[in-house]
């Protein structure tokens, strides 16, 4: 779960580094570091723990080379310290990597025999150490990482092939070395990797954002490929070295796209961006004049649909909400029955795939490793699936039947906001559509679902407006030591986001819980002044939630509801009401989530949390 960056030109490269490593940082930010080729053909590594501006400060002034790499680390093998921090040296070689070597000790052990000597309690390591033995004959004394003496068997390319062979897990590496210095190697398995081609200049990231001011001329790197970089250009070899012709891509995100256009935090600006970026998700894909949806990228016929016996979600987190709302509206919309799995169960979980099964992955980033395998196992049941995501060209993309993009640009928080309310409404779309194609929904009541669908925009930007009202509330509560969060059906989901939301960045214990279940054990847990927030938009278990809130305020719980802004009943039961315009009934909780998502960011900042890079957690999580 790491950044990492590549570069080769005619500019410093340095100052290049980390500001690209800047631009990846939501990716990890425990420790960082940077390796050039000086002009006198000397690896210059300069790491420190921390973050980026941390790195800035240990780097000298005027540190020379054209050519060099970069990492941003979130740990998983060993602490978060400086011998951990990448890049890992052996020799005349520097390596990057962003990923998991699963049979690194193996591979430890073997060296260690060899004469090499660890720094650090990495798995990255290994790779350097494989590589320089790869590289050259005489592996005695290397200890002492002179590769001066020693004579090589091979160039770098041939060496990182070996070196791949033997490594199991996960990687994008990039690779520097200081005897072929007009030359960097980048390789991919399993983690992200994409190539800029610039004007005589190549990049080499994690993700687009990190080059995206210098070139949006892309080359993404499949599985299994590997780029030899040089002079200005860039050529892509499978594992035994064939020559593989790529496809470069325009990538039509700007610079300004993925910077915070003013506000405070990248949340703040995302949770704004919803006005606008649920729209970019539905725009050309619906007609509420005759109620239908056109989702043509799904390549599933009619016939298809139709025969569909079970969906099955697959997704993590925030995106796992996103998906157990789909559950309620495939059933409602299209009467098709929705399990919904977590990756990291499903993977592990013998899951039953029999019948016309339909998986759907929904993942932001594509990248998500757990999400991934999941996806990967149920395809090996012959079902097909389909994948809900943000980023084009990611991971999921390319191993996917067919895709559904979100289209609501980068999302650089590590709280998911913006990502969510389009995973709902593309899942609204495909619900719909498919209740249409099987006859469970008339024209009639599609074309109204798709009027309202058309003013969520404008009914987003209304709570937009009114976030002060939403701003003094988490003020009110900003020191609990606990919240609840509860909801029925639609809700339900939505209580569970908001929960997820308040703890990840807000570091309060929050829980979400469907409101019939409080009283099966969790009513236990509240006490004077405890805040709960309870969903209670109109529909068809709106008395339902009333009771429940009586039943909290008899324990002299805080009650805060999210309810319809035309509700005056609700006003008589709870202590605080946060409204939501009226809209369609199904359509309330993308309403109602972005009430919660202010929330917890005003929550968040009035505590002092790290709100865009919360503790612990990383924005895509690409290890198991
Ligand atoms: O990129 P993905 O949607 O697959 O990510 C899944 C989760 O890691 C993600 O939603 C996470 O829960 C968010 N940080 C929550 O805000």
């Known amino acids: 779960m790491c950044g990492i960056i590549g570069y080769v030109g005619k500019k410093t490269a340095a100052p290049i580094l980390i500001d690209s490593l800047k631009k990846l940082e939501y990716r990890g930010y ?10 006198s053909l000397q690896l210059q590594t300069y790491k420190t723990t921390g973050k980026i501006a941390d790195l ?32 890992h040296l052996s020799g005349d070689i520097a390596v990057v990597h962003n990923g998991i070597i699963e049979n690194y000790l193996e591979i430890k052990e073997k060296l260690i025999e060899c004469g090499y000597v660890f720094k650090s309690e990495t798995d990255t390591e290994v790779i350097a150490h494989l590589l320089h033995s790869h590289l050259y004959s ?57 190539v800029g081609i610039g004007n005589g200049e190549i990049f080499a990231a994690s993700d687009v954002t990190a080059f995206l001011k210098n070139t949006t001329n892309v080359v993404y790197v499949d599985d299994n490929e590997i780029g030899l970089i040089r002079g200005g250009n860039v050529e892509f070899f499978d594992t035994d070295g064939n020559k593989v012709i790529k496809e470069t891509t325009t990538i039509e995100w700007d610079i300004e796209a993925a910077e915070k256009a003013g506000y405070e935090h990248f949340m703040l600006k995302e949770i704004h961006e919803q006005a606008s970026s649920v729209y970019d998700t539905f725009a050309g894909k619906i007609s509420e004049l005759d109620g239908t ?11 298809q649909i139709r025969h569909l016996t079970r969906i099955e979600i697959i997704a993590c987190g925030t995106s796992w909400n996103a998906g157990l709302l789909g ?10 029955h929705t399990d919904v799995d977590t990756g990291s169960e499903f993977r592990y979980g013998y899951p039953v795939m029999c019948g016309e099964v339909l998986t759907i992955a929904i993942t932001q980033s594509g990248e998500t490793a757990d999400t991934l395998a999941a996806v990967r196992s149920a395809k090996s049941y012959g079902c097909r699936a389909i994948a809900i995501t943000n980023v084009v060209g990611s991971t999921i993309t390319r191993e996917i039947d067919s895709v559904l993009y979100t289209r609501a640009g980068p999302e650089i928080g590590v709280a998911a906001t913006k990502s969510f309310t389009a995973q709902l409404i593309t899942l609204y779309m495909l619900a719909l559509h498919f209740g249409r194609v099987r006859g469970k929904i008339s024209a009639e009541d599609s074309k109204n679902l798709l009027v309202a669908l058309k003013n969520i925009p404008a009914d987003i930007q209304k709570i937009l407006n009114k976030k002060s009202i939403i701003q003094k509330c988490a003020r009110q509560f900003a020191n609990s030591s606990d919240y609840f969060f509860i909801g029925r059906h639609l809700n339900y989901p939505i209580a569970l986001e908001g929960a997820l939301k308040l703890k990840e960045i807000s570091y309060i214990h929050a829980e979400g819980y469907a409101a019939g279940e409080l009283k099966h054990g969790p009513l236990a847990l509240l006490i004077n002044k405890t805040p709960v927030v309870a969903i209670a938009t109109k529909g068809h278990t709106y008395d339902k ?7 909290v305020k008899a324990r002299d719980a805080v009650v805060i509801a999210v309810a319809d802004e035309d509700d005056t ?10 409204r939501v315009p009226r809209s369609h009934v199904l359509l309330s909780p993308i309403l109602s989530s972005v009430v919660l998502q202010l929330l917890a960011y005003y929550t968040a900042l009035e505590r002092g949390c790290s709100i865009d890079k919360p503790r612990n957690l990383a924005k895509s999580v690409t290890v198991e």
Not at 327 to 336: G, P, S, T, V
Not at 545 to 551: G, H, Q, R, T, Y
Request: glycine share 8%; with cysteine.
């Open 138 to 194: 005489n592996n005695s004394g290397v200890n002492s990482c002179n590769s001066g003496s020693q004579s090589k068997k091979c160039d770098l390319m041939t060496a990182v092939q070996g070196t791949l062979r033997a490594l199991e897990g996960s990687y994008a590496i990039a690779v520097l070395c200081s005897s072929e210095p007009d030359v960097m190697i980048i390789a991919r398995k399993d983690s992200p990797l994409v």
């Open 30 to 39: 425990d420790s960082a570091g940077i390796c050039v080729l000086n002009d």
């Open 545 to 551: 939630i009333l009771s429940n809130i009586k039943e």
């Open 327 to 336: 559950k309620y509206l495939f059933a409602q919309l299209a009467d098709i």
């Open 56 to 87: 800035e400060l240990v780097l000298p002034r005027n540190v020379g080379g054209t050519i060099g790499i970069g990492h941003t680390r979130w740990a998983t093998h060993g602490q978060p310290n400086t011998e951990n921090s990448h890049p």
């Open 293 to 303: 949806v056109n989702l043509d990228e799904l390549n599933l016929s009619d016939e």
């Open 569 to 578: 009943e609700i006003e008589k039961y709870v202590d605080v009401v946060l």
